[in-house]
């Protein structure tokens, strides 16, 4: 069964990775720019980095029948130096401009600071712009709820946005709500163990229903699973969900979303 893994940094991964994915049914990943595990030391880092986004990694992905379209922006991880973060966004554009660039994403909060929101802020200027879909990644832990409703609260305010055109992602039971309401999608990542099980994923769709969710692996450098989705899949099956939910989860919600952009195929 065909599945798309929405959220996933293959530029961290191996090749035997995007073999295993094809075994299990991937079609499709977008991978979104994030922080690589260190800071760069300059714009010309992230200018390399979303050249490998772009053109190396689709070329990995199709070696394995996977299709491949990326986001770009500066993490918020990295928008603590607000002069650096606004010559990363100043390269955004050119690749903005690509056929296989969705959006602007991942960005959002981290430590929910004053840079990160200018930073925030400057950035969905940029996808309004551009008239680009938006990708969010949410704080952790003691921060997620906060941070989650200031991400809201600063898309509301631009005025341009439109909140099907954005995705909120790293929801949990405790956010899952007030971004469905507001009218946002909401994405559910899957960790082994913190984050979102997959079998808290389920529980969610048990509790939240169908509409405008969906599940990702986020599966980077750090210990994560590339193979999450179709775990979730198996949990989904163990608890008696009929085929057409699932293919909705974890097929037909992403395809719906990303096809927005105009750019997204499968
Ligand atoms: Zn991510």
């Known amino acids: 069964m065909p599945y798309i ?3 996933i940094h293959m530029v961290s991964r191996t090749t035997d990775d995007y073999q295993r994915m094809a075994l299990a049914g991937c079609v499709a990943v977008t991978e979104p720019a994030f922080w690589a595990g260190y800071d760069r030391s300059s714009p010309q880092g992230f200018y390399d980095y979303f050249v490998q986004l772009t053109e190396v990694e689709p070329k990995r992905a199709a ?7 990326a ?13 650096f973060a606004r010559e990363v966004i100043q390269l955004l554009p050119e690749f903005l401009d690509k056929p296989n660039v969705l959006g602007v994403g991942e960005i959002g909060l ?3 600071s004053k840079n990160e929101m200018a930073i925030l802020e400057e950035q969905i200027a940029v996808a309004a712009e551009h008239d680009r879909l938006i990708l969010v990644h949410t704080p952790h832990l003691e921060d997620k709820l906060k941070g989650t409703q200031l991400i809201l609260d ?28 507001q009218g946002y999608w909401a994405g559910m990542t899957l960790y082994p163990d913190s984050k979102c099980t997959p079998q808290r994923a389920v529980d969610i769709v048990e509790c939240y229903g169908d509409e405008r969710l969906w599940i990702n692996s986020a599966g980077d450098w750090g210990h994560s699973d590339p193979l999450s989705v179709p775990k979730c899949i198996a949990e989904m099956k163990a608890r008696g969900h009929t085929q057409k939910l699932i293919d909705r989860i974890t097929f037909a919600n992403p395809k719906a979303f990303l096809s927005q952009s105009g750019r997204f195929s499968v």
């Open 5 to 7: 893994d929405p959220h």
């Open 63 to 69: 070696a394995h029948g996977i299709a491949h379209h």
């Open 71 to 83: 986001w770009v922006c500066i993490n918020p991880k990295e928008a603590e130096d607000p002069g």
């Open 110 to 112: 981290n430590k929910n």
């Open 154 to 181: 600063a898309l509301k305010r631009d005025g341009r946005i439109r909140p099907e055109r954005v995705l909120i992602d790293h929801v949990e039971e405790h956010t899952v709500g007030m971004v469905l309401d």
